[in-house]
Each structure stands twice: as C-alpha cells, then as structure tokens.
C-alpha cells in the first residue's frame, strides 16, 4: 500500500509553463514533506521542504503549497524550463522515525 | 561542499555472490540511511544508523545486514544476491538533531546477472 500517493505519472509541459505535481497522504503523524529532483542514473537531490504549520512556501521558481486538512501538497515549477525535465519525487518523514515514504515519482518533460 | 560519498559506482554481481557497499556520509552527518531503488521506481527504505546504532528498519531481505563505523561510515553487505536485487542502492545522511533534510549520496547500481 503506497503511503504517499504521487500525481501525475509523467507530465509534459512547454517551455515556460507551470508543472504542478501533487502528492496525497494518510498518515497524520507525517510531519516534514520535502520534493526531490532525481536526473537519470544521479541521486535525489532536494528542492524544497515544507512542514504543515505552514500553507505554502516559495524558493525561486519552486512552490509547495500545503492542505493539511485535506491531507495534501503539491508542487509547482513556475516558468519551466527544458533543463527541469527530470523525475520528481514527494516525500514525508515523522519525527522519531526520520525515514522518509517516498511518493511513486513524476516523470516531468519540458519542451524547448 | 562535501557530498556523500559512495562506492563503487557499479557492481556486477553473479546470482549467489556476495557484495559490500559503501557510504561516506558528509562530515559530521551521524546518521546514515540505505534505500534501493528498482528501474522505474521510487526509493524504498532499507536500513538506518545513528551514531552507530541502527535506528530504524524497512524492507530490507535478511540476506542483507549493515553496520556504522566509528567513523560513520556504513557498508551495507547482500549475500546470496538475487536477480531481483538489480537496482539502484541510494546512501543518504543527515545530523539528525538538527535537521529532517537527508542528503543523498550518487548511488550505486548493482547489476546481478
């Protein structure tokens, strides 16, 4: 059973678009919920994290924006760029237990 | 900046034969995490240590075992490896008391054959 639930599977969007990927969760204990960015062969790299005393947050092009009532984040990569494509994967990790449940991944393309 | 260190890159292993990875987490980190990462997937926690001890426990096969080093340094041994364990073996680590962030290493892909 998938903890983190990831959408959609794979995306493509235009240069300069919005991709926005979200991810759903059951488990209320989870609390840090960062994005990773994993290019072909690489290790995960972070981009953002976000805890749930906060609704959204914003790095450069990168947003999380946070539904702790509906259990739900998402991200969105403003004015995308073709050096964006890659997978990306939502996480979440409980305090105590530190590892992170990772969400199944979206593949994401940007179009030049 | 340092960056988790891990080795080797790749390993090509026949069925039955025994591998040892490695991970040298970024200096200072005291916690170090193992996931595996099959084609098309997404990571899936195997194993964790904290200073030394092991802190939490995934889906890890009981063909696997791991341990920290004094000086945090982690090997993760898989003995009668099987075809299904052909993936990616992703270390990560982090100060634990100071931060949720897990920093993850290159990877290494084992291909068992």
């Given at each position: 059973q998938q903890q983190v639930k990831q959408s959609p599977q794979s995306l493509i969007v235009q240069k300069g678009g919005i991709s926005i990927i979200n991810c759903a969760y059951e488990n209320t204990a989870f609390d840090?919920?960062?994005?990773?960015?994993?290019?072909?062969?690489?290790?995960?790299?972070l981009l953002i994290a976000i805890r749930p005393d906060v609704s959204e947050k914003k790095e450069g092009r990168f947003t999380i924006s946070f539904n702790k009532s509906a259990k739900q984040f998402s991200l969105h990569i403003m004015d995308s760029q073709p050096g964006d494509s890659a997978t990306y994967f939502c996480a979440a990790s409980t305090s105590g237990t530190y590892k992170y449940i990772f969400g199944t991944g979206t593949r994401l393309k940007v179009l030049a | 900046a340092a960056g988790v260190i891990q080795s080797p890159r790749h390993l090509i292993k026949e069925k039955r034969e025994t591998a040892t990875l490695k991970c040298y987490p970024i200096p200072r980190h005291d916690t170090v995490y193992w996931y595996q990462q099959g084609p098309g997937q997404d990571p899936q926690f195997l194993i964790s240590f904290y200073e030394k001890m092991q802190s939490d426990k995934g889906s890890i096969p009981d063909r696997f075992s791991a341990q920290q080093?004094?000086?945090?340094?982690?090997?993760?041994?898989m003995s009668s490896l099987e075809l299904g364990d052909s993936a990616l073996y992703f270390c990560a680590s982090t100060i634990?008391?100071?931060?949720?962030?897990?920093?993850?290493?290159?990877?290494?892909?084992?291909?068992?054959?």
């Amino acid at each position: 059973q998938q903890q983190v639930k990831q959408s959609p599977q794979s995306l493509i969007v235009q240069k300069g678009g919005i991709s926005i990927i979200n991810c759903a969760y059951e488990n209320t204990a989870f609390d840090y919920f960062p994005w990773y960015q994993q290019f072909p062969g690489k290790g995960p790299a972070l981009l953002i994290a976000i805890r749930p005393d906060v609704s959204e947050k914003k790095e450069g092009r990168f947003t999380i924006s946070f539904n702790k009532s509906a259990k739900q984040f998402s991200l969105h990569i403003m004015d995308s760029q073709p050096g964006d494509s890659a997978t990306y994967f939502c996480a979440a990790s409980t305090s105590g237990t530190y590892k992170y449940i990772f969400g199944t991944g979206t593949r994401l393309k940007v179009l030049a | 900046a340092a960056g988790v260190i891990q080795s080797p890159r790749h390993l090509i292993k026949e069925k039955r034969e025994t591998a040892t990875l490695k991970c040298y987490p970024i200096p200072r980190h005291d916690t170090v995490y193992w996931y595996q990462q099959g084609p098309g997937q997404d990571p899936q926690f195997l194993i964790s240590f904290y200073e030394k001890m092991q802190s939490d426990k995934g889906s890890i096969p009981d063909r696997f075992s791991a341990q920290q080093f004094s000086d945090y340094h982690s090997e993760l041994n898989m003995s009668s490896l099987e075809l299904g364990d052909s993936a990616l073996y992703f270390c990560a680590s982090t100060i634990l008391r100071d931060t949720d962030t897990q920093y993850f290493g290159p990877g290494t892909r084992l291909t068992v054959l």
